[in-house]
């Protein structure tokens, strides 16, 4: 049975393998705190078990709700930010067609998204597009109350409504918040929408697994069931009772550990396929938001190759050393793809002849690898079989598991974002919310209007 492997013999001109199992006993006892629930933000842990907790008959739930947007929607509109978007969108995006959105006699309905900024131009040309579709939305935000998508789906609701009517549109709009808090609750009880809860123990950025991903990937056309299963495979593949060397969490934690110890203070995450951006933008959030408080933590960044190899490969190479990459390497395209012979061979490629992108691309990554640790950048790889809902589930439950471990051995609570309050307390400040009059004289001072 193929797996998804982290391998870590890239590291150890960096690193020794003493220096990374050095983490061995901190991390099976993290282990242990997750599964006694008994570290930081303990009450935070309802995603640790949800692949083999959530069960046929919730998934069934999610899917009747997809079939019913999917055979009344051209476009379904998932309206979120953070955690209550980029799980879906990665998972979407790794998933899909590359051209999904031009794609003549599309099987399945667009799922674009809104709320996830606050761009006038980006949310006056989704009204304008969708004056001449038929759509529905799903609306996601746990707490009920986050600015950026309670604009968009304003907007979006009167825009429906215009369109369809309230009664109709009362049945194309899907609420996904909190059991019994916050606006969105209160809005959606109010008028009669259906609704998933995101169960209070779990964080946005934990939530792909739960209806906050689960409704937009099945709505886009994707086998649930199948993530659900990778999922659960990666939820006993990362468990306590395997051995720290066969646990691909363990090892990944360790060894982004060691190399932090070491100095390198940015991981970057590199894909070799576009189709992985927003896996990478997920990633980012999921550790960015986890690790980065109390003055500590790895920056997380992300690189597409070969495209940003052209761009950001330079610094790469040879900026300040420190950097380590994390690859993800996907080890079977699903489709094939041979470089014909040109008899002129005017460009010189004819040695490419009859070899298949893939394997230009593999060597690209092989030969960019080695071209990395030579320039002093240290490089984990995680080799993933290859990119379907089954693997994804694997994946991001993979990543999820490891992040909480990594979080502890830090010493911070990998599951609450304090300081993502600082910039909504000015914005709020700024517009003159109420409550926020003093602070307001002050940031205006700042921002030299006295
Ligand atoms: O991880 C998190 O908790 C955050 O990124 C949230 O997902 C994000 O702020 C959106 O919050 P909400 O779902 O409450 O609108």
Redesign the pocket.
């Known amino acids: 049975m193929a797996k998804l492997s982290v391998d870590i013999s890239n590291i150890f001109d960096f690193v020794s393998s003493k220096q990374v199992f050095a983490y061995k006993e901190e991390l099976m006892r993290n282990q242990e705190l997750l599964e006694s629930k008994t570290g930081k933000g303990s009450d935070f842990l309802g995603w640790l078990n949800l692949p083999s907790s959530i069960t046929d008959g919730e998934l069934e739930t999610i899917n009747q709700v997809a079939t019913d947007l999917r055979s009344k929607s051209d476009i379904v509109v998932v309206v979120?930010?953070?955690?209550?978007y980029l799980g879906a969108k990665a998972a979407i995006e790794a998933l899909g067609n590359s051209f999904a959105t031009i794609l003549p006699n599309k099987e399945n309905p667009i799922v674009l998204f809104a709320g996830q900024n606050i761009c006038e131009d980006y949310h006056k040309e989704l009204l304008e597009l969708l004056d001449n579709k038929s759509y529905s939305i799903v609306v996601?935000?746990?707490?009920?109350?986050?600015t950026e998508?309670a604009i968009a789906f304003r907007l979006l609701k009167q825009h429906l409504e215009n369109k369809v009517g309230k009664v109709e549109a009362a049945q194309r709009i899907i609420a996904i918040t909190d059991k019994s808090k916050g606006a969105l609750r209160k809005l959606a009880d109010q008028e009669g929408y259906r609704t998933f809860v995101?169960s209070d123990d779990i964080?946005?950025?934990?939530?792909v697994l739960t209806p906050v991903g689960l409704l937009p990937i099945a709505i886009a056309g994707f086998n649930i069931q199948a993530l659900i299963n990778g999922a659960k495979e990666a939820e006993k593949n990362t468990g306590i009772d395997v051995r720290f060397d066969e646990n691909p969490a363990c090892i990944y934690a360790a060894a982004r550990n060691a190399l932090y110890r070491k100095g390198k203070n940015v991981e970057i995450m590199v894909n070799y396929t576009p189709k992985l951006h927003f896996l990478t933008e997920w990633w980012k959030?999921l550790y960015g938001?986890s690790e980065g408080k109390e003055n500590k933590g790895i920056f997380p960044a992300g690189v597409d190759f070969t495209s940003d190899l052209h761009s950001m490969g330079q610094y790469i190479q040879e900026g300040e050393r420190i950097l380590f990459e994390t690859v993800l390497s996907i080890e079977s395209p699903l489709k094939t793809l041979i470089i014909p012979n040109d008899p002129a061979n005017l460009d010189q490629l004819n040695f490419l002849s009859g070899k298949r992108y893939s394997e230009v691309n593999r060597m690209a990554e092989q030969g960019t690898i080695l071209a990395h640790i030579d320039g002093g950048v240290p490089s984990i790889k995680i080799n993933i079989p290859e990119l379907t809902p089954y693997w994804m589930g694997y994946t991001m439950y993979f990543f999820e598991r490891a992040c909480a471990l990594s979080g502890y051995t830090l010493n911070v609570n990998p599951f609450d974002?304090p300081g993502?309050e600082e910039y909504k307390k000015n914005m709020f400040a700024l517009l003159g919310k109420s409550g926020f009059e003093e602070k307001g004289k002050e940031l205006r001072r700042r921002l030299g209007e006295f």
């Open positions: 979120g930010i953070g955690g209550s996601i935000s746990k707490s009920g109350t986050t998508p995101i964080g946005g950025r934990y939530s959030q938001e974002q993502v």
